[in-house]
């Protein structure tokens, strides 16, 4: 019989992307799907899981609450945290109440997969703290990220190069594109940031993890 497991998140995109990640795993099977900690507590007890992937950050129940209730009601539940965060605080927290594992979400697919099988089998998975990583781009996450914001794969290059302190001319160079160009991604993704200079930019760049 395949392990039982149940995904929850409130963006449809992401859940899609997850099941289609795990569908790739021979003995996994995805039975449900839920977009808040509610639904996640009315599908435990219908479809028996044996983990549950659980975002933190959803409306109306959060993660935590839902976390510290399923640890509570089914103790032998594996619960598996998904997150964009990866604060020293919140890892103490969720090792707290109980969860078996923890993963960014800016984790490649292939690591995704690797930690759903080993606290499957009864393992902890905790991966040393990776805050500051840089947003894969062969994330599953990317593409929903780049729909967020609005923003295109160049445009998120050119974020990158600004971070890092190169000037326009600097930018052009090395991507064989004029300073003109250049430009005018900057001017575009200013507006589509609603930022007004490059601070702000550099700001987003680092809450983002796209440096």
Avoid: W
């Avoid at 032998?76 to 109980?98: A, F, H, M, T, W």
């Amino acid at each position: 019989m395949p392990y039982r497991i149940l995904l929850a998140d409130d963006h449809q995109l992401l859940l899609q992307g997850i099941s289609s990640v795990l569908k790739e795993v021979e003995d996994l099977s995805v039975v449900a799907t839920a977009a808040n900690g509610f639904e996640v507590l009315e599908a435990v007890p219908r479809y028996q899981p044996h983990l549950v992937v659980l975002d933190l950050n959803m409306p109306h129940y959060d993660g935590l609450k839902c976390l510290q209730e399923l640890k509570k009601n089914y103790p032998s539940l594996k619960v598996l945290i998904l997150s964009n965060y990866s604060q020293p605080e919140l890892l103490d927290e969720v090792k707290r109440l109980g969860a078996d594992g923890y993963l960014n979400k800016n984790s490649a697919s292939a690591e995704l997969k690797g930690a759903v099988l080993e606290v499957l089998s009864g393992q902890k998975y905790y991966p040393a703290a990776d805050e500051g990583r840089p947003l894969a781009e062969d994330s599953f996450f990317f593409d929903d990220f780049l729909k967020k914001y609005q923003l295109t794969r160049r445009e998120v290059e050119i974020i990158r190069f600004i971070s890092h302190g190169l000037s326009t001319k600097e930018i052009a160079d090395k991507l064989f594109l004029s300073e003109f160009t250049i430009s005018t991604h900057r001017k575009n993704i200013l507006r589509k940031l609603d930022t007004k200079n490059i601070a702000g930019l550099v700001h987003f760049a680092r809450q983002h993890q796209l440096t």
